[in-house]
T-cell receptor, first 113, second 114 residues
Framework: DTAVSQTPKYLVTQMGNDKSIKCEQNLGHDTMYWYKQDSKKFLKIMFSYNNKELIINETVPNRFSPKSPDKAHLNLHINSLELGDSAVYFC????????????FGPGTRLTVT | AQSVTQLGSHVSVSEGALVLLRCNYSSSVPPYLFWYVQYPNQGLQLLLKYTSAATLVKGINGFEAEFKKSETSFHLTKPSAHMSDAAEYFCAVVSGGSNYKLTFGKGTLLTVNP
C-alpha cells in the first residue's frame, strides 16, 4: 500500500501555464508538507498544513498556492509557471510531535520550457 | 535558526569499507536529528532519528549514528559498505516551536566502488 502518493510523477509544461500537483497520504497523519528540491539536490520546505490549517509558509512566490481539502490531501497549484520553477516537488506527512519522522512521496519532476 | 552542515558533498568508498558521513548541527535547544537516504529518482526514506533518548541510534540497512552534544555532531556510519548503499544522504534537524519544519543539509552523495 502506498503511504504518500503524488500525481503526476512527471510534468512538462510551458512558461506561463498553470498546473497542479496532488498529494494524498493514507497514514492517518495530521500534518503534511511540500518541499522543493532544486537541481543541486537542495531540499527546502515550502508549506505545511496541520489538520487543514496552514502552519508553515516559507518565502515562496504567491504564484504557489497550497490547498488542503481534508487532512489526507494537500495539493499544490502553481500559476504563471517560470523556468526557475523547474524542480522536483516532494509531498510529505508526519507523525505528531517534533520528533515525528516525515514520510515522503515519490516526487513530481516539473520541467518548465 | 537551526541548521545542519554536511561535510563533503561526495564520499567514495570501496565495497566492504567503512562508511562515514559527517553532519554537524547548530541549535539553541535540544535538537531532533534525522538521516534520510534518497536513491536515484525516488523520494526520501528515513534511515534513523535522534530524539533525545539513546545517543547511539541504530537505523535500517545496518546504519547507525551517534549524537555528540559536545561536538554538535550526528555522523552516520556503516561498518561495511554494500553496492546498494550508493545514494544521496541527507542530514536534517527539526526547528523548534510549534511547527515541525525539517531543515536539511546539502546532502552527501555516496558512491561505492567494487
Amino acid at each position: 500500500d502506498t503511504a504518500v502518493s503524488q500525481t503526476p510523477k512527471y510534468l512538462v509544461t510551458q512558461m506561463g501555464n498553470d498546473k497542479s500537483i496532488k498529494c494524498e497520504q493514507n497514514l492517518g497523519h495530521d500534518t503534511m508538507y511540500w518541499y522543493k528540491q532544486d537541481s543541486k539536490k537542495f531540499l527546502k520546505i515550502m508549506f505545511s498544513y496541520n489538520n487543514k490549517e496552514l502552519i508553515i509558509n516559507e518565502t515562496v512566490p504567491n504564484r504557489f498556492s497550497p490547498k488542503s481539502p481534508d487532512k489526507a490531501h494537500l495539493n499544490l497549484h502553481i500559476n504563471s509557471l517560470e523556468l526557475g520553477d523547474s524542480a522536483v516537488y516532494f509531498c510529505a506527512s508526519s507523525l505528531p510531535g517534533q520528533g515525528g519522522e516525515q514520510y515522503f512521496g515519490p516526487g513530481t519532476r516539473l520541467t518548465v520550457t | 535558526a537551526q541548521s545542519v552542515t554536511q561535510l563533503g558533498s561526495h564520499v567514495s568508498v570501496s565495497e566492504g569499507a567503512l562508511v562515514l558521513l559527517r553532519c554537524n548541527y547548530s541549535s539553541s535547544v535540544p535538537p531532533y536529528l534525522f538521516w534520510y537516504v534518497q536513491y536515484p529518482n525516488q523520494g526520501l526514506q528515513l534511515l534513523l532519528k535522534y530524539t533525545s533518548a539513546a545517543t547511539l541510534v541504530k537505523g535500517i540497512n545496518g546504519f547507525e549514528a551517534e549524537f555528540k552534544k559536545s561536538e554538535t555532531s550526528f555522523h552516520l556510519t556503516k561498518p561495511s559498505a554494500h553496492m546498494s548503499d550508493a545514494a544521496e544522504y541527507f542530514c536534517a534537524v527539526v526547528s523548534g516551536g510549534s511547527n515541525y519544519k525539517l531543515t536539511f543539509g546539502k546532502g552527501t552523495l555516496l558512491t561505492v566502488n567494487p
